[in-house]
């Protein structure tokens, strides 16, 4: 086996993107994250590691670690995860955490303990789905609309309240920056019901599949269908606008979300795990 560390996202996807559409409800997460990386470059992209295992000629496994500290992982056989993490060693990277399904977490998780002393602990369990075709309506008061420039500070102290909700580990400064640059790219849209009442954004990375992410209804707009209904129509929106396939990933533990996705026609595709790397032993 061959590991290649790509310098760019443009030459990771000409390594990998085969590979990646192979199963396309799993990788998307990281291919429409590189493909972002080519449309719409930013500074948070320094220091990115794109990286792609080849056995016999083909690519098997890939791997992605941003600047904010979050590593992707595809599957693969256990020696391509070896290698990934035998080589970010070397390279002194420092994941923060890693999300991947679960066997190639654990691979990789074994040999980077074995190399930094790093133990790991879960903190989701997660969920992609999927969308091939318009969903079912779903029925709120209100309709769907673009933000307006005078509510984009309530809508990035609705970011930073989701982020502290679902307990993800990203510096606010950071996800004020990339949920502003959202907001100036119009790929937010808004539940308007005398007021706006919830969110949704979405990333396409410029190619014909989109994720939407993040959702956020504030407690006091909670169980009238907003976020349903939000999704439903952001959804309706991007096959108008060609996309070929629209996901979106929950966390298992939220019977909630599971429920309202799967009701709108979105249907369960793939498992991922989200883990911490800890601070080893003194």
Known sequence: ?????????????????????????????????????????????????????????????????????????????APALTLFAADMAQRRRAPKSMVGPLDACEVFAREWAGRTGQGHALRFHLRHYQLHRPPLPARARGHMRAPRQHEYELLLAWQLAFIDEVRLADDSARAQRVFGRRLEQGTVRVWDDEGIVALAGYSDGGTDLARIAPVFTPPEYRKRNYASALVAELSRELFEQGKRAVFLTTDVANPTSNSIYRKIGFVPSADHYHFDFLSPPA
């Open 1 to 77: 086996m061959h590991l290649d560390v790509h310098d760019s996202a443009a030459a990771f996807l000409v390594a990998a993107g085969t590979f990646l559409k192979l199963s396309e409800a799993e990788n998307n997460i990281v291919t429409i994250a590189a493909a972002r990386m080519i449309s719409s470059p930013t500074d948070d992209d320094a220091d990115v590691y794109l990286a792609s295992v080849e056995h016999a000629g083909t690519v098997v496994a890939a791997a992605l670690h941003g600047s904010a500290g979050g590593m992707l992982l595809t599957s693969g056989p």
